[in-house]
């Protein structure tokens, strides 16, 4: 069965420094790979996505993120955290197709320290 | 573009009254929609996924008399929580998604979300 593991619930970095959320994903196909964020009482929002295309991807607000197949990984990161990037964020897997299922991975909480 | 949009943005109501929630996919045609529910601090959970016109799939353990969703056209889903209680809770979010041509997985957008508060 397919499935995504966000290593870490929690995360707290200081402003100004690298940000480094950690994913992993198993299944058997090919995966298109998502990093959502949602702020507070808000709806999701798409950070970045992974088709098959380039490896190392660039989102949206200085967020990238790599597709490693051979460690079935695609972690976020980003070179310098701002405190507007407080919130949680979901790495998401889809079987693609006609079924276009997300697969939620259970969250990180990203706290940004002044 | 890609904008969807869920009304109310929040409901408090008393135990056993129904609840109806609207999705709604403002500049383009959703052929799917999606029904997420969300428990504090917790990840979504995929609660049904309609196409138009056709009666939804729900995923296992949801009660699809307790939700009742409707897909009646390509820019409007609705959820019902039926005779809602407590236990029922939570935010409720919805996508909805667009088939593009040649493309090999159809991406989602979502809609900011509706808190529920059942008395």
């Known amino acids: 069965a397919q499935s995504v593991t966000q290593l870490d619930s929690h995360v707290s970095v200081s402003e100004g420094t690298p940000v480094l959320l950690r994913c992993n994903y198993s299944s058997s196909y090919s995966p298109s790979l998502f990093w959502y964020v949602q702020h507070p009482n808000k709806g999701l929002q798409l950070l970045l996505k992974y088709t098959s295309a380039a490896t190392l991807v660039k989102g949206i607000n200085g967020f990238e993120a790599e597709f490693k197949k051979s460690e079935t990984s695609f972690h976020l990161t980003k070179p310098s955290a701002h405190m507007s990037d407080a919130a949680e964020y979901f790495c998401?897997?889809?079987?693609?197709?006609?079924?276009?299922?997300?697969?939620f991975g259970t969250g990180t909480l990203l706290a940004v320290q002044p | 573009g890609a904008v969807v949009s869920q009304h109310p943005s929040w409901v408090i109501c008393k135990s056993g009254t129904s609840v109806k929630i609207e999705c709604r996919s403002l500049d383009f045609q959703a052929t799917t929609m999606f029904w997420y529910r969300q428990f504090p601090k917790q990840s979504l959970m995929l609660m049904a996924t309609s196409n138009e016109g056709s009666k939804a799939t729900y995923e296992q353990g949801v009660e699809k008399d307790k939700f009742l969703i409707n897909h009646a056209s390509l820019t409007l889903s609705t959820l019902t929580v039926t005779s809602a209680h407590p236990e029922d809770s939570s935010f409720y979010i919805c996508s909805a998604s667009h088939a593009p041509r040649f493309s090999s997985y159809n991406e989602q957008f979502f809609g900011p979300g509706t808190r529920l508060t059942v008395l």
């Open positions: 998401v897997v889809t079987y693609g197709g006609a079924t276009n299922k997300l697969i």
